[in-house]
């Protein structure tokens, strides 16, 4: 988990404050006009617009009622700072003066917090994240990160455990040790109790003793970010004195923002006693809930695809889509993480979370506008929409041990920390539907699988058969064979491309299957960033677009609480596949029940 601060509360203690950049940091002013306001004729406003580091973040925050419209604001501000995207108002609320606020981007500063810093996620990606960040110049110019955990480590020992997972691009490799040292100079470590205020307290203690100077004399008090990464679930407890002291130190010293990772929960109940427990101290606004695969660049850019292109969007409903399929595969079982995973299993490791938020971006009617409030009102609205889950249109597995090549592959249950008797699933197959207009019965597959033959995440759409077709003799019976097929191939090499019929050149008359291919390493020469840096960067600037909120999170669990539960029951016994293959059989009955095939099998895979 972590927490950022928010202008919100960094700005409250003074009459006049100024930001200087999309981080949101306040100065005492450098007299640029900004409209007047008066805090009973206003309300909540955000405004977005093209940033260096976030292409449609949403940076001028103004709150506690800003007589300024966006277009205002955008009026207001100077011209090479829309640009860069660097502005944040916060307008206190006595204020009845006109606001002016500071343009030195130089004089921006945050402080990020990683709690359970001595975990296996910090090192892999929280700080290689956080160091891409800034060597992109996307951090403000006055950061600090600091390690917290209860392992007893120096400073140097948190930079020399950094240190080895740090990785410049291929694309930026210039001047990468020098930056390296200039990072990790700015990293500290602060071995505390979770449940201990008094750790805390010391911790702001030491935050405060790398600030600037210049926000010590203005008497500001600080914005910070805090990542938690202790497993909120199984240390709800801890989690709600870790906000409680975040909440306190937020009132005497600035706001504050706290990302969570998953596991949110693992049913419904649980959930929301862990958003009653964060929300005890916090506000929903200030949690950012991660999940990682909302950051990756193909999801991103599922809804560039879908509304920014005429060829896309009317075809984007029942009349012409026959199935959608949701797939997660990867190569290598649960080694090392057995304890945890037993405890979830893979339809509450992938599907209820990563998966079911791929389809509810994908299904979700057009938003009212980019901003976070109205994309998440849609996902939302999709995700009640759903029908409840059969366990009739579910199939679980797990993977047995395998030999092959003479290499002897562990099956599920050989882990040490996994009981011998487990029934935990490590593959999932499911069909779902959406109860609405658009989407009436048209079955969204979904299957998530370790351990099986390769790593690989993708959407594919298959739309239906072309009414009528003039060839439809070159295709034979299985019209289904010839449709078209849209995949957008989330990793491994990323891309998107559509299968269509095409005639073979010459003077016959044979068609087959080709793709129109957007290979993206084909096409884009930049390294695409990791999901956790364009996550991390969002929450620093409090764009919340890809962040759940606790009413998404609710419908998620809502669907998949009963079919859990039934399956845990019942004790249904999962299908055993060999590690390495393709899994259980059961899924292509499964498919076949909705006369679909699943698209990742075949020749064109
Ligand atoms: N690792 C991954 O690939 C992924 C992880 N996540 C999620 O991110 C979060 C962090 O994951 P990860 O870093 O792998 O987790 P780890 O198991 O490595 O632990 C993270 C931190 O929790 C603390 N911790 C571990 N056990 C306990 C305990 N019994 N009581 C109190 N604190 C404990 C440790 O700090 P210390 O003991 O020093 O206090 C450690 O720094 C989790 O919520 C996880 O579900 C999500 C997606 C992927
Ligand atoms: O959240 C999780 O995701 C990873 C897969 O993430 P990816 O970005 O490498 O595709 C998965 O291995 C893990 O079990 C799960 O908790």
């Known amino acids: 988990m972590a927490a950022l601060s928010s202008s919100k509360h960094c700005c409250s203690s003074s ?28 309300g909540s406003k955000s405004v977005s617009w093209q940033s260096k580091c976030s292409p449609s973040s949403n940076v001028i925050l103004m709150q506690d009622g800003a007589l300024a419209t966006k277009k205002a604001a955008i009026d207001e501000a100077p011209p090479s700072k829309l640009k860069e995207g660097l502005l944040s108002v916060t307008l206190p609320e006595e204020h009845e003066q006109p606001i002016n606020f500071n343009m030195n981007a130089d004089e921006s500063t945050v402080t990020i917090t990683v709690v359970g810093a001595s975990g296996d996620l910090a090192k892999k990606k929280i700080f290689p994240a956080l160091f891409a960040l800034y060597y992109e110049d996307c951090l403000p110019e006055h950061f ?12 140097a020992e948190l930079r020399n455990i950094v240190s080895r997972t740090l990785t410049c691009r291929i694309d930026k490799r210039e001047n990468c040790s020098e930056k390296m040292e200039q990072f990790l100079s700015r990293c ?25 100077n210049f926000v010590a004399s203005s008497g500001w008090k600080g914005c910070k970010s805090t990542f938690l990464l202790i497993d909120p679930t199984k240390h709800i407890r801890r989690c709600r004195k870790i906000c409680a002291s975040l909440s306190a130190s937020a009132a005497a010293s600035g706001w504050t923002r706290v990302i969570v990772e998953k596991p949110f ?27 990682h695969y909302l950051g990756k660049e193909l999801v991103e850019n599922l809804s560039v695809l879908r509304f920014s292109n005429l060829i896309f969007e009317p ?31 893979i339809i509450r490791d992938i ?86 207009a658009r989407w009436d019965g048209v079955p969204f597959l979904m299957k998530a699988g370790k351990a099986l033959h390769n790593r690989r995440a993708e959407i594919r759409v298959q739309f239906r058969h072309v009414p009528g077709n003039l060839y439809n003799r070159n295709f034979g019976t299985d019209l289904d064979r010839a449709t078209n097929e849209l995949v957008i191939r989330v990793q ?22 080709s793709n129109l291919n957007l290979l993206y390493k084909a096409r884009y020469s930049k390294e695409i960033p990791d999901a956790y840096e364009r996550l991390l960067l969002d929450a620093i600037e409090g764009e919340r677009r890809l962040f759940i909120r606790s009413d998404e999170l609710d419908a998620a669990w809502s669907l ?38 699943w698209g990742d099998i075949g020749v064109d895979e």
């Open 15 to 42: 009459s006049v404050y100024s930001s200087s950049s999309s981080f949101g940091f306040h100065q005492p002013q450098r007299n640029i006009p900004f409209p007047a306001v008066s805090q009973k004729r206003l």
């Open 144 to 155: 600090t990160i600091f390690g917290y955990a209860r392992s007893k480590m120096t400073d």
């Open 188 to 212: 500290f470590y602060h071995s505390g109790q979770y449940d201990s205020q008094q750790n805390f307290v010391e911790l702001d203690k030491k935050l405060k003793e790398h600030e600037p």
């Open 265 to 291: 929960g693992r049913d419904s109940d649980s959930s929301a006693a862990l958003t009653r427990a964060l929300k005890q101290y916090l506000e929903e606004d200030q949690i950012f809930r991660i999940d």
């Open 315 to 345: 075809l984007w409903s029942r009349q012409y889509i026959r199935n959608v399929q949701l797939i997660f595969s990867e190569d290598f079982g649960t080694e090392g993480r057995g304890g945890y995973f037993d405890h979830y299993g």
């Open 351 to 436: 599907m209820q979370n990563h998966l079911l938020q791929i389809l509810a971006l994908f299904a979700m009617e057009t938003p009212v506008s980019l901003d976070a409030e109205d994309i998440r009102n849609e996902k939302v609205k999709v995700l009640r929409s759903m029908k409840t889950i059969r366990i009739d249109d579910v199939v679980i597995g797990q993977y047995k041990s395998h030999t092959k090549g003479g290499v002897s592959y562990p099956g599920y249950t050989d882990d040490k920390t996994v009981p011998k008797d487990s029934l935990t699933p490590t593959f999932a197959a499911a069909a779902l539907f959406i109860d609405n």
């Open 492 to 513: 491994p090499d990323e891309a998107i491309y559509l299968k269509i019929n095409n005639k073979v050149p010459g003077l016959g008359m044979r068609l087959d299957r």
């Open 560 to 597: 998949f609480t009963p079919v859990l539960k039934e399956l845990e029951e019942k004790k249904i016994i999962p299908e055993y596949y060999p590690y390495g293959s393709r899994g259980p059989v059961g899924a292509h009955y499964l498919a076949a029940r909705y006369n679909v095939k």
